[in-house]
Nanobody, 115 residues
Framework: QVQLVESGGGLVQAGGSLRLSCAAS????????MGWYRQAPGKQRDLVAA???????NYADSVKGRFTISRDNAKNMVYLQMNSLNPEDTAVYYC?????????WGQGTQVTVSS
């Protein structure tokens, strides 16, 4: 079993920055993909960014140029640097890890951007 713990959410003004962290622990043999998703009230959970084991990244169009995903394989951690935040970025952000074709989710961390 894999456990994920997110941190770094909070309240920030428009134009500000936040950095989310996610630590993976447990029975981890290999992590293929690490990613961040978000879910706003009344909306579906959508991919924000993902990073593959080889370092290739993928971003939602709405965050390209503003958000940066990175990972520390030695520590089994993934980060999301969020810059130029706007109120549309307000959501619960979830960390997801894929290991041996199994998906694991964190509990989510709230990000609120005020105008």
């Amino acid at each position: 079993q894999v456990q994920l713990v997110e941190s770094g959410g909070g309240l920030v003004q428009a134009g500000g920055s936040l950095r989310l962290s996610c630590a993976a622990s447990g029975s981890i043999f290999s992590i293929d993909v690490m990613g961040w998703y978000r879910q706003a009230p009344g909306k579906q959970r959508d991919l924000v960014a993902a990073i593959f084991s080889g370092g290739i990244t993928n971003y939602a169009d709405s965050v390209k140029g503003r958000f940066t995903i990175s990972r520390d394989n030695a520590k089994n951690m993934v980060y999301l640097q969020m810059n130029s935040l706007n109120p549309e970025d307000t959501a619960v952000y979830y960390c997801k890890v894929t290991s041996r074709r199994n998906d694991y989710w964190g509990q989510g961390t709230q990000v609120t951007v005020s105008s």
